[in-house]
Each structure stands twice: as structure tokens, then as C-alpha cells.
């Protein structure tokens, strides 16, 4: 896998790395020749913090280079507990408790070293923080971006159109969640649950296991729907939306119920038009080995 950093304008810079996955929860990343290991905690990769720092700066001795950074970034050693965890992680010895980060710890770190690999990252940050603030200015162009992203991995204009427009539909939902007190990330992943129980009958991981998804914890399901399983994923989230501004729930078991009711509304078309067309909108399909626009293809 390439992970390309683009930069309009500007030469692109290319950070290689390729994935060797040794369990469900451990894997060894290569960065130009250089091993960072990683774990999974919390829902999210963590790197070994002396794997990137020798990665980016060749040195001999990591954690010395670390405690010179840390005492020129008084801000960055005030948090660093909070940044850096130590976790188990895979040696040839056995697990062992060593420093990792998260990638966006890891992000924050690079901005305090001085080397000359890390420069591209730095770059790159700054590049991300300026279209942000221009997609908050003019939400458009988060848009097209998107729209770019999708066409860059394999995925038709038709499919990329139900996709943003599930966007969106998310979006107006998660607003109206906010609006009435749910702010946790548990909490909207809990009412998501809820309306994909009950418009497919499988919770988020649960179909994602369905689709053969269970050990590639990074990608989105969505990315993985065919065209109807995105519409009715919309249709169960715009009913909740409905639901949500007409009861106007005060209690998050009541924010439970719309959910629920929302994607009971998406389930009861989602039979029907099964039962017209005798076959499940369901399907196991994914596109992690063939893109999209390929599949669609075979199909016609």
C-alpha cells in the first residue's frame, strides 16, 4: 500500500509502507526499510515511539534523541502523558511495555523534530490545516474533495453520488444528535448501532464481519455498500433525522427509540422491495481486492 502525500502546486512526496499482519492485533509496518511496530488499543493503531524517531532520523539512540526534543518543547513534555502510552507490544523476546502513539500523537511529535525526513510530514500537516480552514469557509470544497478521494480508489460517479449524499444525510443527523445533548463518540456510535440493527438486523461490526471486514479495522463500511445498502442506510438516518426534530427526545434512551423507530421505517422497504425482487439487498461483497467501478462493470 502507498500512502501518497499530495501538495498542489508542489512535487508529490511518497511515504511507502507495506503491511506484513502478524495477528488480529499486531502488525509490523515498513517505513523506507525501517520497521514501526504497532498495536491496536483503544480502537485505533498506536506506533513504538523509538520506531519512527529512528525512521526519521537515523539515530543510535532513540530515547535519547526523544528526552532532547522533550526539553526543547516544554509544551509537548507538559502532555506528554497523555500523548505517550505504554503499551505490550510483539518482540522477538515476547511482548514488551514500550512507548507508542497514536497517529495523531505521532503527527504532533514530528512537528518537534528537526530532520530533514520529517519535513515532507511537517509540509503536509500544514497543507491539511489550510484546506480545512478553506472547507469551513466554503463547504463545497470538502465535497470535492471527497469526490476525489473515492474516484482516486476505483469508484463510479454513481456510487461517489449516493456516497456524498449519505454524507450529508449523516451529517444532518449527527447535528440534530448534538442539538439534544449526545456529544460522546460512544454514545453516536451506540444510536448507530441501533438503526443498523434495525434496518439490516447487524450492528456496524457485525456487518462489517458479514462482508469480511472483521480484521481490516480501518476501513469504513460504507465504503464497502453497493448502491441499495447505501440507500437504505440513508433512509434509516433521514427517518431518525424526522424523528429526532418531531419528539424532540430528552433522555438518551428516548434518542434509543428514534433510532430505532428510524431504522424500523428503512427495514420495512428494505423487505418489501426484497420480497418484489426476491433476493437480499444485503450482499457480502466488498471491494478491498477490486474496486467498485470494476464490480459494477461485471454486473452489467
Not at 86 to 92: A, I, K, R
Not at 192 to 212: L, M, P, Q, R
Not at 253 to 260: G, L, N, Q, R, T
Amino acid at each position: 500500500m502507498q500512502i501518497q502525500i499530495k501538495q498542489r502546486n508542489k512535487p508529490n512526496k511518497k511515504l511507502k509502507v507495506k503491511d506484513d499482519i502478524m495477528n488480529k492485533e499486531n502488525a509490523l509496518t515498513i517505513f523506507e526499510n525501517k520497521e514501526i511496530r504497532r498495536v491496536w488499543h483503544n480502537a485505533e493503531w498506536y506506533f513504538v515511539l523509538d520506531d519512527i524517531v529512528v525512521a526519521l532520523t537515523e539515530s543510535k539512540d532513540p530515547k535519547q534523541y526523544i528526552k532532547r526534543v522533550r526539553s526543547r518543547d516544554p509544551i509537548l513534555s507538559q502532555g506528554w502523558v497523555q500523548i505517550v502510552p505504554t503499551l505490550l507490544v510483539d518482540t522477538p523476546g515476547g511482548k514488551q511495555k514500550m512507548n507508542c502513539v497514536s497517529t495523531l500523537g505521532a503527527f504532533r511529535i514530528i512537528q518537534s523534530i528537526p530532520s530533514l525526513k520529517a519535513e515532507p510530514f511537517k509540509r503536509w500537516l500544514a497543507q491539511v490545516g489550510y484546506e480545512r480552514i478553506q472547507e469551513v469557509e466554503n463547504p463545497e470544497l470538502a465535497q470535492d474533495r471527497a469526490k476525489e478521494y473515492y474516484e482516486l480508489k476505483g469508484y463510479s460517479k454513481e456510487w461517489i453520488d449516493k456516497r456524498l449524499r449519505g454524507i450529508v444525510v449523516r451529517q444532518g443527523l449527527t447535528d440534530e444528535w448534538k442539538k439534544r445533548g449526545v456529544q460522546k463518540e460512544i454514545d453516536f456510535a451506540i444510536l448507530t448501532n441501533e438503526i443498523s440493527k434495525a434496518t439490516f438486523g447487524k450492528t456496524v461490526d457485525e456487518y462489517k464481519t458479514f462482508k469480511g471486514l472483521k480484521n481490516k479495522k480501518n476501513e469504513n463500511l460504507r465504503d464497502h455498500m453497493n448502491d441499495l445498502e447505501l440507500i437504505f442506510t440513508m433512509l434509516g438516518e433521514a427517518s431518525t433525522t424526522e424523528i429526532e426534530k418531531t419528539r424532540n427526545p430528552k433522555t438518551f434512551d428516548d434518542h434509543k427509540k428514534a433510532s430505532k423507530f428510524g431504522g424500523k421505517i428503512a427495514k420495512n422497504a428494505r423487505m418489501q422491495l426484497e420480497r418484489k425482487t426476491k433476493r437480499s439487498i444485503m450482499s457480502k461483497e466488498n471491494y478491498l481486492l477490486e474496486s467498485e467501478s470494476k464490480k459494477r462493470k461485471l454486473l452489467k
